[in-house]
């Protein structure tokens, strides 16, 4: 029998940024947008209030993923009471800026896998078997994972960010390969510039956000909404074409594997030699 | 001056698949595609009449990349008695089947590198100075390139073809490095899977390729429709927020980089560990 | 003042393996072995004993690597009883098999992450200290770390080893930039083959080790003990030349990122066209 | 019957730097090195001089490696006259400097193909049917390629470079595909930092060469002696235990994937975050 209710958009960590406007974006186009987050009650009751005005259907909860249970039983109370979970964005992250080793406490790293990777593995273990259960009867499901360059290169300062997300994309690796041909579309998602997300690095940068982004220049950080729609259209791609890893930045952003933001490029046609670039 | 005419979506490699469908999903978005493709010009006149029976724009020429001068002379043309081109897509292949390296000559490989490497550079050449004057007055030019899982590993038997593909991913780094900041969106797109391309694989393919689909099972072959919109969706991204790489593939087939196609999942959770995964 | 004890080449993981051969290298450079593993007194007395059969100085420890506090002893009491940590080798995996997820619980997950990348941040919180101090002076410190090819690639069924690799590998990457400055050479070794390691894989194949390897014809399979000198060319590569990450695999093994093992590479030369690589 | 000669170390690009240092190391090991190189033939016989006067085997050739038919004439008259290629390094490279598209012409583009992949193509293709059948009988052959950053990501106006690294690159594995299970043994080393290197580096920083060098601090550039050992190194690794991909950089460089060369760690532990590592 198939479920009348209409299909769910779970967003774990729905803030005002990524989280936020993709629930906009996803209620926009017929779902209903669970946003979980972990404090914040006026702030979570202000975007499903966004959502509504905007003609969408939306509901908000408290949620501390890095409780035992705590996924799972959104996970099982959203089926029950909702409806069925089609797309899930996993949105949680683990930066801490940048710390020395020294700096960097045991249980500091610890609740960075604990958030970073381990809630993706239990968000999957969770969700999944409904996902596949439906994907029979030609609903595939998605599970959007937002993931940071700390996921392909490991940075100065960066111990616990990068040992996460470094485990979440080969975690996602290993889901996509059990779970794609069963039905579920895992879609690892390397945002490699800074987002305009006032909860997360407005909160971060404090009153220097406004200044950083200006200096940033125009169309200079990721705008979420835009981020949204790319989420939209992985979400929606027919299953004979997916994709599972996808990077995004800003045009003017140096992509993370570049080391010349600004290149002393010869008009002359006479360079200076890269020194990294070998005898 | 604004250019008063229709944007042009330039198609290098147009036949009766990927190429093919891109013209035509963009000419239903609004561009005149010109399509353009070695030889056959009963199929190049089919597909230009497909594209106007759906009520959009295209016209198509035969073009020999590998010559001298004449993707340039194309380009040229195109900008002069058509429209700007706002969005080309890169679409030749250099795929000559597996052979070893004695079967392998000389001058295939160089022609593997002429079309897969070689005509990119020389299309970014011809092209990126006028997407550039464009973009400072806001509209920003894209550079589509489809490649191949041979641009991110080697396989045996693909001497040629990975040499040239490696050589095109490096190059469409460089080329992003420098003109993204100008307003030059260049995305290389990893087709990981088999296309629906009579023209190509079913060529190659012969009287064997509607049962080598049949064998991939339902969506186990990419529908270069559902790529085309994959090519419009990044080809539309604000420029706050561009992809540089994508793959894609069927939900069945197994990513390049895992190994085991069919995998002894032990369902009593006893498994056999991979003899890959070290000591 | 300078230590004038032997330097201490610390291996965190020492069976009959890897670890065992790598400890019987360096003591015949002149290194003290220290060995420290989780079970099997007798196994460890009888590795001591070999190293110093052979001329070498060697010592042995039980260790629960997983347990608070124990590698952070470990190192302590190695640092102040027996000599300066020069080498230090982090060989811990955390294979359990292919385990669909199902299959996988949380504990064992979590067991995974504790072994595979929480021991390596808590060696390096506890051993690099006192190495930044040793490289003032001209001593620079070397950490080994034994990885596998799930650091790379998540396969079908390797959740938990492909988590705890993933991060083990960005946690190298955030080592080496934070401390090769400082005089500490962090190499990341994938081991992308089997090992001839009787405590790991061996007992995980049991009786079936040896048909695995004869399957794998003349040496297909890893010898630790050449595998342990590539770990000397490291340690010991001077500071202005170090590799960070290396593979290794024996010759007829197929590397991670291929995937045909047996190419039908068709000698006529008019091969079949991989349907991997695109239109 | 067994080839009685001495063994033959072939160099193509045996400047001072690499290959000179590569010539002489293996020459000291027992082998016969053959510097081939493109000009200076006092420079040439220089590096003769030396090895011969350190007590080693060697002889020179001029060689325009980009002319038709040289290396694998160089190829056919060693192995005749001199004696069996049993390792050979690929140590040409293709750097121009940092060029802009507009100025990087296209038979410089070319070029940088001719002598980054095509070369390494035209070497195999020459070298590997002996060594193959050398490896029947237990003598496996090694081709060491020198390879630089640009094979792995491309940089800003490095469009020439780049493109044929990595094709070089891909190459080197398809070689390695085919190849290594017939007993030759392909290594691709991805020198990642400044070599000293007074006939490629040294000419073309001109006399900025030693203030280059100075500026980068004590074994702040990469000494090519010691990459010689790491070659040397590769070259006699047991065949159950091969490496295709290594890398090397001086110890106080940042690797490639690194952006934040001075982070600025806060030692408060209250660092900025990387405006990079999303949202």
Redo the contacts between chains.
């Keep these: 029998m198939t479920d009348s209710r209409k299909p769910v958009f779970l967003v774990i960590g729905a ?1 005002a ?3 936020g406007n993709a629930a906009l974006r996803f209620a926009a186009g017929g779902y209903h947008s669970v946003l979980a987050r972990r404090s914040d009650e006026d702030g979570l009751a202000r975007l499903v209030g966004e959502i509504e005005a905007a003609g969408g259907s939306a509901s908000g909860t408290l949620l501390n993923a890095a409780e035992d249970g705590a996924i799972e039983e959104l996970v099982a109370r959203t089926e029950a009471d909702i409806g069925p979970v089609h797309c899930a964005l996993y ?1 949680l ?1 683990a ?10 406490p ?1 249980r500091i ?2 609740l960075g ?1 604990r958030l970073g ?2 809630g993706v ?2 968000l ?2 969770a969700l ?2 409904a996902m596949v259960e439906r994907a029979k009867t030609g609903a ?1 499901g998605t599970l959007l994972v ?14 616990s ?21 069963q ?1 579920v ?1 895992v879609a690892h998602v390397v ?5 305009d ?1 006032p909860d ?2 407005g909160k ?2 404090g009153d220097k956000f406004e200044g ?1 982004k200006a200096g940033k220049g125009r ?6 909404a ?2 949204a ?2 989420y939209w ?1 992985l979400a929606h ?24 933001p600004d ?17």
């Design positions: 803030g940024g990524i989280g949105n992250g930066q801490i800026g940048n710390r020395a080793l020294p700096d960097t045991h790293f610890e896998w990777t381990y593995f239990r999957a273990h999944f078997p595939h937002t993931s940071a360059t700390a996921a392909v290169r490991g940075n100065a300062g960066q111990h960010h990068a040992a996460a997300m470094g485990g979440r994309r080969m975690l996602c690796q290993t889901l996509n390969a059990e779970f794609a041909p039905g579309h945002v490699d510039g800074a987002v997300a997360t690095l971060l940068l950083f169309d200079g950080v990721i705008d979420p835009a981020l729609e790319t259209h791609q027919p299953r004979n074409c997916w994709s599972h890893e996808v990077d995004v930045r800003p045009w003017t952003d140096v992509p993370w594997w570049n080391d010349n290149p002393q490029i010869d008009s002359r046609g006479k360079g200076f030699a890269g020194p990294r670039d070998g005898d």
